[in-house]
């Protein structure tokens, strides 16, 4: 079985930076995409970033501009989301997710993603 946990997330100030993790375990990864996805309250959910698992090309939302960088560690099994110059905006609950279909065009989809984590707050406030 498929398990993901997010860790990380918390209160920040604008400007500020976060790095999440999503420790994933079940089975190997390798023909995998791990997408972080967010959503705030009374919003949709909403792509963040995305990884091949096997080769590490990435995929990142549009508001994401430079901002935010995704990675993996495949020795831990975790993937990572470092949020640098953060603002109000960015306030939501992250969640983690992963597609077993590997990675393609349809990774800014939530529909593509059979597993998800709990998810992480993460406050962007002065």
């Known amino acids: 079985e498929v398990q993901l946990v997010e860790s990380g997330g918390g209160l920040v100030q604008p400007g500020g930076s976060l790095r999440l993790s999503c420790a994933a375990s079940?089975?190997?990864?390798?023909?995998?995409?791990i997408g972080w996805f967010r959503q705030a309250p009374g919003k949709e959910r909403e792509f963040v970033a995305a990884?091949?698992?096997?080769?590490?090309?990435?995929a990142y939302g549009d508001y994401v501009e430079g901002r935010f960088t995704i990675s993996r560690d495949r020795a831990k099994n975790t993937m990572y989301l470092q949020m640098n110059s953060l603002k109000p905006e960015d306030t939501a609950l992250y969640y983690c997710?992963?597609?077993?279909?590997?990675?393609?065009?349809?990774?800014?989809?939530?529909?593509?993603?059979?597993?998800w984590g709990q998810g992480t707050q993460v406050t962007v406030a002065s």
């Open positions: 079940g089975f190997g990864f390798d023909d995998y995409a």
């Open positions: 997710a992963a597609d077993p279909d590997g990675f393609g065009p349809w990774v800014e989809s939530s529909d593509a993603y059979d597993y």
């Open positions: 990884i091949n698992w096997r080769n590490s090309n990435a």
